[in-house]
C-alpha cells in the first residue's frame, strides 16, 4: 500500500509540474504577442517551490497596470488571455479586483489536458488595514502600484521573488529570478522566515499570517528567527479581529492535516497560538463546534496532544480522565496509525451487549452506564481484551457481580448496625 501511495503522489506531482510549465509557457507566449511581457509578473508561491523543487500548485500572476497604462490592468489582460485558450472558459472578478479565469472544457497543452485549471490575475497593489473597525484580516483600501510597492505588502521575503511572463517562453529553468527586496533567495536559502517590513505590521495587518508561518515551517523547515519568534509571540491575540472561519480553514489545512502536526502543535504551544485559540474555542462557540467535528477522524497522538497542550475542544477521547489519557498513549504510541485508530474506536463503543448486561444485573439509573465505563477500564488495562469480545463480557460480568455484591454487603451491614 504505502508503494501504491507513493508512485500516486510521484504521478501527481509529475502532472502539477507539466501543467504549470505549459501553462507559464503559454501565458509567456500571450504576453509577448501583446508586448506587455516586461510588466506581467508570476510571483510568490511558483517561484519559491520551484526553487525548492516542489511541485507547482498555484500560479498567481500580477500585472503592473502603473507601468503599462492605458487601462492595461488584470480585467484587459485575463480578456485577452481568454481569447487565446480554445475552450470554454468563464471569468470573475473578486472584491481585489482580482480577475479569475477557470477553464471549463478540455484544453490539452503541450500533451496536458488543462481543464478545470484557475488562472488568477492580480494588479499590482498597495493596501491598508485602517478601516471603520480597525485592522484584522482583510485590507480596507486598495490602490493600483508599482509591482515594487506590492513586493513589499507580501508577509514574507521568500514570496516577492518573481519571473518576468516574457522569460518564460522556455519555461521556468530558463528565466531569470527578480528579487526585488534583494534579500528573498538568500532567505529561502537559508530556510529563515523573514519579512519585507516590520513583522509587527504584517501580523497587525492581518493576524492569519500567524498561522501561515506555521505551515511554512511544517512544510517547508524554514526557522522562525528571534525577532519573528518574538512578533509572533506579542501578536497572536490578534488572531481573534480575523473571522473564526478563517483561523479554522487554515488550523485544519496547514495544521492539523499535515504529517508534521503534533510537531507544529508543539511550536504553536511555545508561541503562545494554542493559548489564543483555547480562549477561542470558549468564547466562539461556533469554533469549538468545527473544530469538534474537524478532529472525529484524527491520529490519536494528535487528540492527545492537544488536549495535553491546554486545547480543550470536544474531542473523540474527551470521556477519558487524565489518567485515562496517559495509558491511552502508553497504549498507542508503539502501534501503527490504523491500529491505534481501531482501539480508539472500540474504547469508544466497547464491543459487547450492554443491553444483554443491564438487563441481567437489572441496572437502573447511573448503573446502567456503567457497564461501559466497566469495559473501557478492563481494556485500557488489558488491552487484548478488545479484540475478544467474550472474554471481554465475562470480564465486565465479574465486575458486576463483585460491586453489585460488594454493595448489597454494605446495605447489609447498614441494616445490621441500625437494627
Same mark, same amino acid.
Given at each position: 500500500?504505502?508503494?501504491?501511495?507513493?508512485?500516486?503522489?510521484?504521478?501527481?506531482?509529475?502532472?502539477?509540474?507539466?501543467?504549470?510549465?505549459?501553462?507559464?509557457?503559454? /501565458?509567456?507566449?500571450?504576453?509577448?504577442?501583446?508586448?506587455?511581457? +516586461?510588466?506581467?509578473y508570476?510571483?510568490?508561491?511558483?517561484?519559491?517551490?520551484?526553487?525548492?523543487?516542489?511541485?507547482?500548485?498555484?500560479i498567481?500572476?500580477?500585472?503592473?497596470?502603473?507601468? /503599462?497604462?492605458?487601462?492595461?490592468?488584470?480585467?484587459?489582460? @485575463?480578456?485577452?488571455?481568454?481569447?487565446?485558450?480554445?475552450?470554454?472558459?468563464? #471569468?470573475?472578478?473578486?472584491?481585489?479586483?482580482?480577475?479569475?479565469?477557470?477553464?471549463?472544457?478540455?484544453?490539452?497543452?503541450?500533451?496536458?489536458?488543462?481543464k478545470?485549471?484557475?488562472?488568477?490575475?492580480?494588479?499590482?497593489?498597495?493596501?491598508?488595514?485602517?478601516?471603520?473597525?480597525?485592522?484584522?484580516?482583510?485590507p480596507?483600501?486598495?490602490?493600483?502600484?508599482?509591482?515594487?510597492?506590492?513586493?513589499?505588502?507580501?508577509? *514574507?521575503?521568500?514570496?516577492?521573488?518573481?519571473?518576468?511572463?516574457?522569460?518564460?517562453? +522556455?519555461?521556468?529553468?530558463?528565466?531569470?529570478?527578480?528579487?526585488?527586496?534583494?534579500?528573498?533567495?538568500?532567505?529561502l536559502?537559508?530556510?529563515?522566515?523573514?519579512? $519585507?517590513?516590520?513583522?509587527?505590521?504584517? *501580523?497587525?495587518?492581518?493576524?492569519?499570517r500567524?498561522?501561515?508561518?506555521?505551515?511554512?515551517?511544517?512544510?517547508?523547515? *524554514?526557522?522562525?528567527?528571534?525577532?519573528?519568534?518574538?512578533?509572533i509571540?506579542?501578536?497572536?491575540?490578534?488572531m481573534?479581529?480575523?473571522?473564526?472561519?478563517?483561523?479554522?480553514? #487554515?488550523?485544519?489545512?496547514n495544521?492539523?492535516?499535515? $504529517?508534521?502536526?503534533?510537531?507544529?502543535?508543539?511550536?504553536?504551544?511555545?508561541?503562545?497560538?494554542?493559548?489564543?485559540? @483555547?480562549?477561542?474555542?470558549?468564547?466562539?462557540?461556533?469554533?469549538?463546534?468545527?473544530l469538534?467535528?474537524?478532529?472525529?477522524?484524527?491520529?490519536?497522538?494528535i487528540? #492527545?496532544?492537544?488536549?495535553d497542550?491546554?486545547?480543550?475542544?470536544?474531542?473523540?477521547?474527551s *470521556? &477519558?480522565?487524565? +489518567?485515562q489519557?496517559?495509558?491511552?498513549?502508553?497504549?498507542?504510541? $508503539?502501534?501503527?496509525t490504523?491500529?491505534?485508530?481501531?482501539?480508539?474506536?472500540?474504547?469508544?463503543?466497547? $464491543?459487547?451487549?450492554?443491553?444483554?448486561l443491564?438487563?441481567?444485573?437489572?441496572?437502573?439509573?447511573?448503573?446502567?452506564?456503567?457497564?461501559?465505563?466497566?469495559?473501557?477500564s478492563?481494556?485500557?488495562?488489558?488491552?487484548?481484551?478488545?479484540?475478544?469480545?467474550?472474554?471481554? &463480557?465475562?470480564?465486565?460480568?465479574?465486575? &458486576?457481580?463483585?460491586?453489585?455484591?460488594?454493595r448489597?454487603?454494605?446495605? @447489609?451491614?447498614?441494616?445490621?448496625?441500625?437494627?
Amino acid at each position: 500500500m504505502k508503494v501504491i501511495n507513493k508512485l500516486a503522489r510521484s504521478f501527481i506531482a509529475d502532472n502539477e509540474i507539466a501543467r504549470a510549465d505549459a501553462l507559464m509557457r503559454f /501565458l509567456s507566449r500571450v504576453s509577448i504577442k501583446l508586448g506587455v511581457g +516586461k510588466h506581467v509578473y508570476v510571483v510568490g508561491g511558483a517561484v519559491r517551490n520551484f526553487i525548492l523543487k516542489k511541485p507547482i500548485k498555484d500560479i498567481d500572476v500580477v500585472i503592473d497596470s502603473i507601468a /503599462l497604462g492605458r487601462g492595461r490592468d488584470s480585467d484587459w489582460f @485575463a480578456k485577452q488571455v481568454m481569447k487565446n485558450i480554445p475552450a470554454k472558459t468563464t #471569468l470573475t472578478t473578486n472584491q481585489y479586483d482580482v480577475a479569475i479565469i477557470t477553464v471549463k472544457s478540455d484544453w490539452f497543452l503541450d500533451d496536458v489536458n488543462l481543464k478545470g485549471e484557475v488562472i488568477e490575475i492580480a494588479n499590482a497593489r498597495k493596501e491598508s488595514y485602517g478601516g471603520g473597525g480597525g485592522k484584522g484580516y482583510k485590507p480596507s483600501d486598495i490602490e493600483p502600484a508599482t509591482i515594487e510597492v506590492d513586493t513589499i505588502r507580501r508577509e *514574507f521575503t521568500f514570496n516577492t521573488l518573481l519571473w518576468r511572463l516574457m522569460d518564460l517562453t +522556455k519555461g521556468p529553468e530558463k528565466a531569470e529570478i527578480i528579487d526585488l527586496t534583494g534579500c528573498g533567495l538568500r532567505d529561502l536559502n537559508n530556510r529563515e522566515m523573514r519579512c $519585507p517590513k516590520d513583522p509587527d505590521v504584517v *501580523f497587525s495587518d492581518d493576524p492569519t499570517r500567524i498561522l501561515r508561518a506555521i505551515k511554512f515551517v511544517a512544510k517547508y523547515g *524554514f526557522t522562525i528567527p528571534p525577532d519573528l519568534f518574538k512578533s509572533i509571540q506579542k501578536n497572536a491575540h490578534l488572531m481573534k479581529r480575523a473571522p473564526w472561519e478563517a483561523i479554522a480553514k #487554515l488550523l485544519v489545512k496547514n495544521v492539523l492535516e499535515e $504529517p508534521t502536526a503534533r510537531k507544529s502543535l508543539k511550536l504553536m504551544k511555545k508561541l503562545g497560538i494554542l493559548d489564543v485559540l @483555547a480562549e477561542m474555542v470558549q468564547e466562539q462557540k461556533p469554533f469549538a463546534s468545527y473544530l469538534s467535528k474537524q478532529l472525529r477522524n484524527k491520529e490519536v497522538q494528535i487528540l #492527545l496532544d492537544l488536549m495535553d497542550l491546554g486545547l480543550k475542544v470536544k474531542s473523540p477521547i474527551s *470521556f &477519558l480522565d487524565k +489518567k485515562q489519557q496517559l495509558r491511552l498513549r502508553q497504549l498507542t504510541v $508503539p502501534m501503527p496509525t490504523e491500529d491505534a485508530t481501531e482501539f480508539l474506536e472500540l474504547l469508544i463503543k466497547p $464491543p459487547i451487549n450492554s443491553k444483554g448486561l443491564i438487563d441481567e444485573f437489572n441496572l437502573q439509573g447511573r448503573d446502567r452506564g456503567s457497564v461501559v465505563s466497566i469495559a473501557r477500564s478492563l481494556m485500557l488495562e488489558r488491552p487484548e481484551l478488545a479484540h475478544n469480545p467474550k472474554r471481554l &463480557l465475562n470480564e465486565v460480568r465479574g465486575v &458486576l457481580k463483585a460491586t453489585l455484591g460488594k454493595r448489597a454487603m454494605v446495605s @447489609a451491614l447498614k441494616l445490621f448496625k441500625n437494627g
